[in-house]
């Protein structure tokens, strides 16, 4: 009897591992089915790297602490990867988000990643835009190539390195030059020609195929959107995207609620048509309230989003350590606790144990 039990937990535990494991084609089901049962991955960026007034804990979440499980989808970023370093902007291992990857995996829960990447030839960071030419550069003069190149290599090397302890590579989600209809990044709207948004999305792709990296599906995040016309402007192409999604925030507290439904609202609409049609999967990239002012946001705001939009996971952004009123899931003791933990008993919500 005792065995018997043994194997069925055993079955159970290998289903589990791979439903979500390994391959980008198992990744993409995971989602598909999550958008096919009306369910939706939810996720945190940094979650397990630091939070509130807390830092390098291993296995400590702010989200476990208030919802009572890890997020289903962790999110992490790769800025400073590009230069070979071993830690992130924020300061967070590179190593300690490989393993966190693996981690993840064997939960059944899955990883996104962005890039706040440096220039390769000025070094100047994602923010700095005055230079219109900065995407240009990298594809049309030789020293931008070899330099742009030599950063994806630190990439591509870091995704093929992400393989569970058979040596199975397990598969995330990659989502660069995000918000690119805004121009606060320099591979934004009034920062680089429509051309060249696309070809560094063809240039990238290329870099990565010839560089064996098979674990990796593509996400497309534009910024708030008023038209279908504006989110699809820079589209680079069916064969570069899988997922279509959208970073949109909540500002200004409780008089930016109208704003954010009506912006979140048109955007996911726009999303979620855009990816039926073309048989890709909509996802909330980036959304949150920063210090959850309104301390029923998550169950009040981003659930009716949710079940208006067939969104296949949400992310919200992270709990800084060192800014205390940067943070977007609620901490222990937090007024908006009892709604957050509520959210993630919602049988919508994908979190992991
Ligand atoms: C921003 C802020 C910054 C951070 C950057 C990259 O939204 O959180 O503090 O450095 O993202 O993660």
């Known amino acids: 009897m005792k065995n018997a039990k043994l194997l069925l937990l055993a079955g159970a535990l290998a289903a589990t591992a791979t439903a979500f494991g390994g391959t980008r084609e198992d990744l993409r089901a995971a989602l598909i089915d999550a958008v096919n049962?009306?369910?939706?991955?939810?996720?945190?960026?940094?979650?397990?790297?630091?939070?509130?007034?807390?830092?390098?804990?291993d296995g400590r979440s702010d989200t476990k602490e208030t919802a009572g499980?890890?997020?289903?989808?962790?999110?992490?970023?790769?800025?400073?990867?590009?230069?070979?370093?071993?830690?992130?902007?924020?300061?967070?291992?590179?190593?300690?988000?490989?393993?966190?990857?693996?981690?993840?995996?064997?939960?059944?829960?899955?990883?996104t990643f962005s890039w706040h990447c440096d220039h390769p030839l000025t070094g100047l960071d994602s923010w700095k835009t005055a230079d219109k030419t900065q995407v240009a550069v990298l594809l049309h003069t030789?020293?931008?190539?070899?330099?742009?190149?030599?950063?994806?290599?630190?990439?591509?090397?870091?995704?093929?390195?992400?393989?569970?302890?058979?040596?199975?590579?397990?598969?995330?989600?990659?989502?660069?030059?995000?918000?690119?209809?805004?121009?606060?990044?320099?591979w934004g709207r009034d920062n680089c020609s429509t051309e060249d948004f696309k070809a560094l999305w063809s240039t990238m792709r290329a870099h990565f195929d010839a560089r064996g990296v098979d674990n990796v599906l593509w996400a497309y995040s534009p910024d708030r959107c008023e038209n279908a016309e504006m989110y699809m402007e820079r589209y680079p192409g069916d064969e570069y995207v899988d997922i279509l999604g959208a970073d949109v925030y909540h500002f200004h507290n409780e008089e930016g609620s109208e704003e954010y439904r009506r912006c979140a609202g048109t955007t996911l609409g726009i999303a979620c048509a855009e990816a039926a049609k073309r048989g890709k999967i909509a996802a909330?990239?980036?959304?949150?309230?920063?210090?959850?002012?309104?301390?029923?946001?998550?169950?009040?705001?981003?659930?009716?989003l949710l079940e208006a939009n067939p969104v296949a996971y949400v992310v919200v952004w992270r709990n800084a350590y060192r800014s205390p009123r940067h943070y977007y899931v609620p901490y222990p003791g937090h007024p908006a606790e009892a709604s957050f933990r509520k959210f993630a008993d919602n049988p919508r919500t994908i979190f992991v144990k």
């Open 284 to 304: 909330f990239t980036e959304t949150g309230l920063e210090s959850l002012t309104i301390p029923d946001w998550y169950n009040s705001h981003l659930l009716p």
């Open 37 to 57: 049962s009306g369910k939706t991955y939810f996720g945190h960026h940094d979650d397990t790297a630091y939070g509130h007034n807390w830092t390098g804990e």
């Open 142 to 186: 030789e020293e931008g190539r070899a330099a742009f190149a030599r950063q994806l290599d630190y990439l591509c090397d870091f995704f093929n390195s992400l393989k569970d302890e058979n040596g199975e590579k397990v598969a995330v989600i990659f989502r660069p030059w995000h918000e690119h209809t805004g121009s606060w990044f320099w």
């Open 69 to 111: 499980s890890y997020p289903g989808i962790m999110s992490w970023d790769l800025g400073d990867l590009e230069w070979g370093k071993d830690r992130d902007l924020d300061g967070v291992p590179f190593d300690l988000i490989r393993r966190e990857v693996i981690v993840q995996n064997k939960r059944g829960g899955l990883s």
